[in-house]
Structures are given as C-alpha cells and as structure tokens.
C-alpha cells in the first residue's frame, strides 16, 4: 500500500533558481563576471608550465629564423660567387694557320681570380653543409656578405 501512496503522487519539478537569486543558503550566486574572474585567477595561477613553454617556443623561434636567415644568405652568396667564375674566360687562345682556335688559357692573374673564386665557393658550400648536417652555424655566421 505504500508503493501505490508513492506512484499515486504527482511528480514535483525541481525549483529552478534566477540567476540573480539567493541560493537555498541565503547568499546571492556568484555573477558571470565574478567567475570568469576567477576561473582567469586560477589559470594565472596554474600557468607556470604554459609559460615556462611560451618563452622557450618563443627563443627557438628566435633563434630558427636567424639561422634560415642566414642559410638563405649563404646560398645567395654562393650563388653570385659561382656566377663570377663562369664569367672568368681564358684570355690568351692559340690559333692555328688557318685561324682556328685550338687552344684557350688563362694568363696567371685570370687563373689566380678562378682559384680564390673557387675557394671561396667551397669554404661557403662547407659552411652550409656544416650548418644543416651538424647544426653548426658557426662558420655560417661569419662568412659576411661579400661575393
């Protein structure tokens, strides 16, 4: 007989509360404001990872992009270093009785300029192989910008 007193009963609805009204305690919910700041508060608080990530995020970065920078200086240089050589052509040509060109050379101040330019070519293709093979960019950085 009590299960029927029970099941005979209407189902009553919670009671909702307005967001402004005081809780069951008598005092007034926190408002929209109130949580946002403090959920912000307890985020600042908690933050030292995401932090500690930020700034090491940031310096890598940093550091990365110098480092593209000066990749992409590099192959520049080497670029106008290699198109100065192929504009170095043999200044002394050998002709034969007929006036055809058998022989080309360079006098000793043109194969002088090919050696230095072709020297300066390797020391920067070392440098750039050494940058992105080892990451060291040490010799990278102190190739300057001449050609």
């Not at 908690?46 to 310096?59: K, N, T, Y």
């Amino acid at each position: 007989m009590s299960d029927e007193t029970e099941s005979d009963q209407p189902e009553q609805a919670p009671e909702e509360q307005k967001p402004d009204a005081p809780s069951a305690d008598g005092q007034k919910p926190p408002s929209a404001v109130k949580t946002l700041q403090q959920a912000v508060a307890e985020r600042i608080a908690g933050s030292g990872d995401a932090v500690l990530e930020r700034v090491a995020e940031h310096f890598a970065d940093e550091t990365i992009k110098k480092r593209v920078d000066q990749v992409k200086q590099a192959m520049t240089q080497l670029d106008n270093l290699e198109r100065d050589l192929r504009k170095i052509k043999a200044d002394q040509v050998a002709y034969d009785e007929s006036g055809k060109v058998v022989h080309t050379l360079y006098s000793r101040e043109k194969l002088e300029e090919r050696k230095k330019l072709t020297q300066r070519i390797e020391k920067v293709q070392r440098a750039i192989d050494k940058a992105l093979t080892k990451g060291d960019y040490g010799d990278i950085g102190g190739l300057g910008s001449g050609s």
